[in-house]
């Protein structure tokens, strides 16, 4: 950042000044360009080509500017004047046409000599001696040689103490053989190499096969001196400025010249882009050094596809090969007589057939709904009453995620039941309302056993009233709803049939509206919105055919607060028999009971009228509440 900086900085200097005065430099000092070059038009920045030229060399003159970011940018900028000025092909062109005379150059040849110390690994081999070793290179290894004597024999003898003395002397060591070996593994991972003498001649040459110079051990044979020669480059006057290894230069520039400009051939590299029929762009770069293919796909239209190796072999050349194995063929005409018609052999043998994996289907939804509908119509009755239209919708819909691998089952019904009575006299007035939600996840534990824990939510969905003149409603959507959290086991004896205990549940009674509902109708303290109560609870449910076509069902929900009169059980208790008609009609009984020991009704006197306690407020006890219906549904089941 800080070299950037400093370049803003002197680009806003000179900027200052004005345009103007940097063109009208440029007029008065142009700048020589290539005969083919045309004048630039003026950049977005208000430069042209010449122009910014010259902005550069002013910037180069200041060399406390450009010396204080490096030398860096004073080369990249000398390198873009250069490239600016005239392009490499140009001077390649006057390079190669130009004749370079080799009187300018003058190769002569000067003599060199240089001293190696030597290591003798034995009296045949040794090592040039400039590496250091971190031990010896040699093993010697040591064979003592001992006569040996019958020890069974020399106590027959029982030999005299000359004798004795004779004996042992002759079974002392009598010679040593000493081998000295060469570690040519730890020699060769250290890259040492090992030279032979053989006949005054050293194996193998240390100078090398092709090389002029020559090697002589000295007398001491502690040191190898190698001589030889080395072309040196001189000018006319004979000051050295270059060395080569080939004595038979003879025009040394040209031939230096001609190997930059190879070079640098073989270095720039020239960017194609590879566009197919979509639009999709593939770079493929074209250099003088690769030799390797690279694999393409060639697409139609009809997105069929043949794949080409692309090579570039020099810096202007392309290769092309196609795929092997690909074999084109092209439609031919045949005449109809000549049309030749086969017919394959059946294959009779049997084909390897793969198992079927089985795919776990995790989710079960399903939906059901009912409605019935019933009218009555009375004209002069004589016996009395009134005409009427009722109905009652009860849907339900269920989700089950059954997981066979991890035991687990999870779930979720929801149902909404609701029913509604038309008179004359009376209006319409809500006969059934429920909204219920049910949560339910297993963890089967062993057998018919489950670990379980159950969420079940209950409330209505429109305003209830006691009379159809009154105009204060008696409960509505969320007022009263209740909440039973609880965990607990559950058990399956049949295939239809449920046992659920959560011997720890959670229940939350509340109303949301407490200004237009009496929340003690449903066991609410005054001046609260809810009730909390920790008990169990126990639900059992079954389905089963009693007759052809006839399906009964049950459902009992008991529960129970530990905290405060664990003996007044809450019961629900729901009953339906259904007999099916046909696939879309069917005759529908249905029975719910639900005694709370939390809502409390008003008692009446003989006359109608509530009792009132001693505190003027009415008297209110708990009461089963019953409701049935039976009639004629349509039903629907996905």
Avoid at 342 to 352: E, G, H, I, V
Avoid at 364 to 378: A, E, I, K, T, W
Wanted: hydrophobic share 40%; aromatic share 10%.
């Amino acid at each position: 950042m800080k070299v950037s900086f400093r370049l803003i900085s002197a680009c806003l200097m000179c900027l200052a000044v004005g345009l103007a005065p940097v063109q009208a430099l440029a007029q008065q000092n142009p700048v020589n360009t290539s005969a083919n070059s045309v004048a630039e038009p003026e950049a977005a920045t208000g430069f042209t080509a010449q122009s910014a030229t010259l902005f550069i060399n002013r910037f180069l003159q200041q060399q406390q500017m450009h010396q204080a970011a490096g030398g860096t940018l004073e080369q990249s900028l000398r390198r873009l004047l250069d490239q600016a000025a005239e392009p490499f092909d140009s001077v390649r062109l006057r390079l190669e046409r130009i004749p370079v005379s080799p009187a300018l150059v003058k190769p002569m040849a000067v003599a060199y000599q240089d001293t190696l110390p030597l290591r003798w690994l034995d009296p045949r081999h040794f090592i040039i001696d400039t590496v250091r070793l971190d031990r010896e290179p040699v093993v010697i290894y040591k064979t003592i040689l001992m006569r040996a004597l019958d020890p069974v024999a020399l106590s027959v003898l029982e030999p005299s103490p000359l004798l004795k003395n004779q004996v042992e002397a002759l079974l002392k060591a009598s010679d040593t053989i000493t081998n000295v070996r060469i570690d040519y593994t730890y020699l060769s991972k250290k890259n040492i190499q090992v030279f032979e003498l053989r006949g005054g001649q050293v194996y193998p040459s240390v100078v090398g096969d092709k090389s002029a110079a020559t090697a002589i051990i000295l007398d001491d044979s502690a040191n190898l001196v190698i001589s030889g020669f080395r072309t040196v480059f001189s000018d006319t006057e004979g000051k050295r400025f270059g060395s080569v290894y080939d004595l038979q230069a003879s025009d040394s520039l040209q031939r230096a010249v001609h190997t930059l400009i190879s070079y640098v051939q073989q270095r720039d590299s020239i960017l194609i882009q590879l566009r197919n029929h979509d639009g999709h762009v593939t770079g493929f770069w074209l250099s003088g050094i690769r030799d390797d293919l690279f694999r393409y796909w060639v697409k139609n239209s009809s997105d069929d596809s043949v794949s080409i190796w692309l090579g570039n072999p020099r810096k202007q050349d392309l290769t092309l090969v196609l795929e092997d194995n690909v074999r084109i063929e092209r439609m031919r005409k045949w005449r109809s007589d000549e049309a030749l018609i086969t017919f394959p052999k059946p294959s009779r043998m049997l084909q390897p057939m793969k198992p079927v994996t089985e795919t776990p289907a995790y989710w079960d939804v399903g939906y059901n709904s009912s409605f019935s509908f019933n009218q009555n119509y009375l004209s002069n009755w004589a016996r009395g009453g009134e005409s009427s239209f009722s109905g009652m919708l009860d849907a339900g819909s269920r989700a089950v995620y059954t997981n066979k691998e991890n035991k687990t089952q999870w779930t979720n019904t929801l149902r909404l039941r609701y029913g509604a009575i038309w008179t004359k006299a009376r209006g319409i007035r809500t006969s059934n309302d429920i909204l219920e939600l049910n949560s339910k996840y297993n963890k089967v534990i062993k057998g018919k056993l489950d670990f379980s824990t159950v969420m079940f939510m209950k409330t209505q969905v429109a305003k209830g009233y006691k009379l159809p003149a009154d105009t204060r409603p008696v409960s509505k959507f969320m007022s009263p709803g209740s909440i039973i959290v609880g965990m607990g086991l559950e058990y399956k004896p049949w295939e239809k049939t449920m046992i659920n205990f959560s011997m720890l549940s959670y229940k939350n009674t509340f109303v949301l509206d407490t200004a237009s509902i009496d929340q003690r109708t449903f066991g609410i303290d005054r001046f609260k919105k809810s009730k909390q109560e920790m008990g169990g609870q126990l639900v059992m449910k079954n389905t089963m055919t009693v007759l052809d076509g006839t399906n009964l069902s049950n459902s009992v929900r008991l529960f129970s607060n530990y905290l405060s009169n664990p003996q007044n059980v809450d019961v629900e208790w729901e009953m339906s028999v259904e007999k099916q008609i046909n696939w879309f009609l069917g005759v529908r009984f249905s029975f719910h009971l639900i005694y709370d020991d939390d809502s409390r009704f008003p008692v009446l006197d003989e006359a109608g009228k509530p009792i009132l306690l001693p505190d003027g407020s009415k008297k209110l006890q708990p009461r089963t509440q019953l409701n049935q219906f039976m009639g004629l549904t349509f039903s629907i089941k996905l």
